[in-house]
């Protein structure tokens, strides 16, 4: 259980300090251009709750038990995007340990709950997030 609190904590804690937001632009003719990369969106997309309460849903969601043998701090680091529709896509996981990537991407793939979409001149348009997450073995 205290590996549990500690992890939460550790997700929150590193929530204000180093979430990285792209945006993508897209005129309203052209639907191709929507998945192509362009930096800055008018309004960043938003995840009911806050992106706080989408940290703490994917951190119940990552099943530390399945990371055997560790001490220490272990990171990842995510990068996903936000469709024009509000869906998470193009889920890339990195990090220290191959078995807490698997269980972060798995975490944030089985998030359904819709976005609002970012918008750029008011289209939505795509939009990129990098989220860290860290937890802490004794």
Known sequence: MK????????????????QIQEGVKASPTDQSSRDQY???????PVFPGGITEFR??????????????V??????????????KGEIEQVSVTGDNSVL???????????????????YKNNPVKY????PFSIVFE
């Open 128 to 131: 990129w997030f990098t989220i």
């Open 38 to 44: 362009v930096p800055g969106a008018d309004i960043a």
């Open 101 to 119: 990537n698997h269980e972060v991407e798995k975490a944030i793939k089985s998030t359904k709950t819709k976005w609002a979409p970012a918008t």
């Open 3 to 18: 590996k549990i609190i500690l992890f939460i904590f550790l997700l929150g804690s590193t929530l204000a300090f180093s």
């Open 56 to 69: 703490n849903i994917v951190a119940k969601k990552i099943n530390a038990s399945k990371i055997k043998g």
């Open 71 to 84: 001490k220490g701090k272990l990171t990842s680091s995510a990068k996903f995007a936000v469709s024009a």
